[in-house]
């Protein structure tokens, strides 16, 4: 399993996360209705909004998963906030960055990782909206269209968060 790096603003981005006030917060529709959407469109058992910090990633809102946070050295998320593009790997266990996670060979057994960074102006990417499966897939242009278009509606949500007084 590769750590993912972290990023060169990691201390910026650090700030702008805690900023949102919206780690360990209880659910909140807006955020959970986006995962169950995103689920439902792509036919996949799990999905979240997921918020990296200093260790861990934190589900905001998720479907399938009984966890709430896992540790950000396992997590496929801590890779995605390295880079703007959606990161799409469509079997986990051919992924040499993936293949001995423990979330792959055991619970939830994913084989199917998509996640598109949430980016707060000024670049700092705070989570994702991201989407696994038990099965390898592929994904094409209109997947990733459709993606990144629930992806901006969490960063919207987000910026209204972060708006707020």
């Known amino acids: 399993m590769m750590k993912a790096p972290r990023p060169g603003n990691e201390v910026e981005r650090l700030h702008a996360l805690r ?10 529709e807006r955020f959970d209705r986006i995962a169950g959407f995103a689920a439902a469109e792509f036919d996949v058992p799990m999905a979240m909004v997921s918020l990296v ?15 709430c946070e896992t540790g950000r050295d396992e997590s496929f998320c801590g890779h995605v906030i390295l880079s703007p593009a959606t990161m799409v790997v469509p079997d986990t266990a051919l992924d040499p960055r993936f293949a001995d996670n423990p979330l792959v ?9 998509a996640g598109a960074p949430l980016s707060l102006p000024g670049g700092h ?8 499966d038990t099965q390898p897939r592929q994904m094409d242009r209109t997947d990733l269209a459709i993606l990144g278009a629930l992806r901006a509606l969490v960063v919207e949500e987000l910026q209204r968060r972060e708006a707020a007084p």
């Open 125 to 132: 990417a705070v989570g994702t909206l991201c989407i696994m």
């Open 19 to 28: 900023a949102l006030l919206l780690l360990d917060t209880p659910p909140e």
């Open 53 to 67: 910090d200093e260790d861990r990633q934190w589900f905001k809102a998720q479907v399938g998963l009984a966890i």
């Open 105 to 113: 060979t055991g619970e939830p057994h994913v084989r199917f990782y």
